[in-house]
């Protein structure tokens, strides 16, 4: 196994990155690939941005979602606050560097987008109004063109509170990248971390596979679940521990969860997703590349 990282740096932040997904500390690939990896950023930069952290989180009211986590836009938030919180602003930035854009297109780009496509990251509304002009340009031209690919990255920071959880379900049609950075605020013992990690769900074998759909879906009510769970079982616990990541490749069966948090303090984490701007269209082809992509 190839166990060389991609070393993406921003101002005095760094994280490394596996160059393949089968190279991170742990991976699964069936039903869906899994990943997970400690140690994201060096271990001081890694105190000095949870310090910087705490101070940025001070007095801000979350938007709290239908299932009680409470999240934040961190792009929304900083506005010009950026020189008091380098480290976040950094961050951040790492996320738009070409080095990062490359490390996408090498490890999830070939398990949505067909051969030879063109994946880019508009960095300026301007290059963002010409990339869909021209995807609409090919498309009127051929309704069947899928090889122009428009991606944008968002991060937001994610707290559950105690009491509240994450139901079973599988993000968004649109997700082409999903990483869950750990960030407790207090050390945690092995028995919380398993706890507060995040569940991956195959089907029962023996069970009868429905007609699973690309698209989202969240099992929220009390019956929704138990029939979920009648169905499913989980197949691995990425644990919730400070300085790792977890991360998925969407598909039309990568269900996941969060058990409700029966601890004193807030499970906090800082979520990184790639989003598909134009991806309305051609999604069988997508969803067949991912199918068979996890299964080989």
Not at 20 to 45: G, I, Q, T
Not at 132 to 154: A, E
Not at 226 to 249: A, Q
Request: aromatic share 14%; proline share 5%; glycine share 2%.
């Amino acid at each position: 196994m190839n166990s060389k990282n991609i070393k993406i740096q921003h101002g005095n932040l760094s994280i490394n990155l596996p160059v393949s997904l089968r190279s991170f500390d742990f991976y699964a690939s069936n039903p869906f690939v899994v990943f997970s990896k400690s140690e994201f950023m060096d271990p001081k930069n890694y105190l000095d941005f949870v310090n910087e952290l705490d101070d940025f989180m001070e007095d801000i009211h979350l938007k709290t979602d239908h299932s009680g986590k409470q999240k934040l836009s961190f792009k929304a938030r900083l506005g010009l606050h950026n020189k008091k919180f380098p480290l976040i602003n950094s961050f951040i930035q790492l996320f738009n560097t070409k080095k990062f854009n490359n490390w996408f297109r090498l490890t999830h780009a070939p398990y949505y987008f067909p051969k030879r496509s063109i994946v880019v990251f508009p960095q300026s509304n301007f290059a963002l109004q010409f990339y869909k002009l021209v995807d609409r340009f090919f498309h009127f031209i051929n309704p069947m063109f899928n090889y122009l690919h428009i991606l944008h990255t968002s991060i937001e920071f994610s707290e559950i509170p105690p009491g509240a959880g994450i139901p079973p379900h599988k993000d968004s049609l649109t997700k082409r990248l999903a990483f869950v950075f750990y960030v407790p605020k207090n050390n945690i013992d092995e028995r919380l971390e398993k706890a507060l990690g995040t569940n991956f769900w195959k089907r029962k074998d023996g069970k009868e596979i429905e007609n699973e759909s690309w698209h989202s879906e969240h099992k929220l009510s009390s019956d929704d679940q138990m029939l979920f769970e009648e169905n499913y079982t989980k197949y691995c616990v990425v644990p919730y521990k400070s300085n790792s990541i977890s991360g998925f490749i969407k598909s039309s069966n990568s269900w996941h969860s969060v058990d409700p948090n029966n601890s004193n303090q807030n499970r906090r984490a800082i979520v990184i997703n790639v989003w598909s701007i134009n991806t309305n269209r051609n999604n069988s082809i997508e969803m067949s590349l991912v199918k068979n992509k996890s299964t080989n």
